[in-house]
């Protein structure tokens, strides 16, 4: 059975700051994708990681993809308050499955 | 505008009622997906589907049934089985471009 685990599950930032979010899963797969979550809202599609060495940035944000290491990274970097947000990745095997998520609190 | 429709975006039910969440799409996406999150929490796969009169249970289906007669749709029914059906409950798809797309959500409340 596939899994996929996050880590940290809670990150509180000052602004300005970095930071990487980790994501490992269980079994073989070549796609991963990196969503956002803001509160009491639904998921809004950040990254799709299709190969290994995929590397794929946007603003601050950006992710990676081994998937011979079988881990995809989200680097925040000089966080702002905006990217305060729960951070999710998933796998896609047969099905698609999330990561536990990541909460995110970017401080003044 | 191409999408997928989640309704109602609130809903209640009284104990021992079934109640039905729409989830409907006109990307024209072959896979449709039903999670489940409770607060503070990640998605839970209930059901899925990858094609038109198919589809397989994930991690938390008791409770629940589904139904893919139409590739556009694709309901998902909280039965009185499930006992803790309290949860915000979302909808997704994909098609050819792997990334999944998800409705905005319907959130379920037992009275």
């Known amino acids: 059975e596939l899994k996929v685990e996050q880590n940290p599950l809670f990150l509180s930032m000052q602004e300005g700051k970095n930071y990487t979010i980790y994501c490992n899963y269980s079994t073989t797969s070549d796609r991963l994708y990196w969503y956002r979550q803001d509160p009491g809202k639904s998921l809004e599609s950040l990254f799709v990681l299709l190969s290994n060495g995929a590397v794929k940035q946007e603003g601050r944000l950006m992710a990676s993809l081994d998937t011979k290491a079988r881990l995809s990274t989200l680097h925040i970097t000089a966080a702002v308050h905006d990217l305060s947000a729960t951070y999710f990745c998933a796998v896609d095997k047969d099905d698609m499955r999330f990561g536990a998520g990541t909460r995110l609190t970017v401080k003044p | 505008d191409g999408g997928i429709t989640q309704s109602p975006k609130y809903l209640f039910r009284k104990e021992g009622q079934n109640v039905t969440l729409s989830c409907e799409q006109n990307?024209?996406?072959?896979?449709m997906y039903w999670y489940r999150q409770d607060p503070g929490q990640g998605l839970r796969l209930i059901y899925y589907s990858q094609i038109v009169n198919d589809f397989q249970k994930g991690d938390i289906a008791e409770g629940y049934s589904v139904s893919r007669e139409k590739k556009e749709s694709f309901p998902l029914t909280v039965t009185s089985a499930q006992k803790n059906p309290t949860a915000f409950y979302l909808c997704a798809s994909s098609g050819a471009a792997p990334e999944a797309f998800f409705g905005q959500g319907t959130r379920l409340t037992v009275v």
């Open positions: 990307l024209n996406h072959d896979a």
